[in-house]
């Protein structure tokens, strides 16, 4: 008996990305807390609780290094992001809500966030930013998977950085990479 067809993610192209980054004005707290939001799920694979759940001592503020404690399954894990991103991360340190018990992102007022406000901003940023996806938290993962392994060519990276516990989990990126391959070779020689 046949298996499920295998069902690919979507991804963010380039465009698309740049496009939905440039969407919250970090000028304003709540624009600079968004776009940190938005970046450590697109950049590091954070997931929306992952997110939620990080305190302000979990990032290693010199290195780059991102703790993320009890993900999903309970396992921890650690991720690394770029300077543009830990220097957005210092900002909104500075400018976060006084009493926020320690979360890294709060409300201005110093109370947690709720998940469904991150899941419904991203589409109403995905919309106002153009894209015309069904653009969701866990497609900025899938984003940031895609293109690591695009970079890297190596799958246990990635399995790593997105805290699967089997690497079948992750080959579901191996296919996009394949598709993008079958595309290239079969425009390859065409008129």
């Known amino acids: 008996m046949a298996g ?9 192209t380039d465009t698309e990305r740049e496009a939905l980054l440039a969407q919250p004005n970090p000028k304003c707290p ?5 776009q940190c939001m938005l970046r450590l799920m697109v950049d590091a ?3 929306v609780g992952e997110v939620l759940a990080l305190q302000v ?7 780059g290094k991102v703790m993320i404690r009890q993900g999903k399954g309970a396992k ?5 992001i770029n300077e543009d991103l830990l220097e957005l991360l210092r900002q909104w340190r500075e400018r976060r809500p006084a009493g926020s018990n320690g979360l890294l992102f709060t409300t201005l007022q110093g109370g947690e966030l709720d998940a469904r406000y991150i899941r419904e901003l991203v589409k109403r940023l995905a919309k106002r930013a153009g894209i ?18 695009r970079s890297t060519k190596n799958l246990r990276l990635v399995q790593k950085a997105l805290g ?6 992750t080959t579901i990126y191996a296919h996009i990479v394949d ?7 079969k425009g390859l020689r065409s008129r």
């Open 4 to 12: 499920r067809p295998l069902r690919l993610p979507e991804v963010l």
């Open 76 to 80: 921890d894990r650690v991720v690394w």
């Open 132 to 149: 015309e996806k069904d653009v969701h938290p866990h497609l900025l993962r899938h984003t940031m998977a895609t293109d690591l392994l």
């Open 179 to 185: 598709g993008e391959l079958e595309e290239a070779m």
């Open 164 to 169: 699967h516990s089997n690497i079948t989990t």
């Open 57 to 63: 001592r979990d990032l290693d503020w010199a290195a």
């Open 30 to 34: 709540t624009g600079l807390r968004n």
């Open 45 to 47: 694979g954070l997931r």
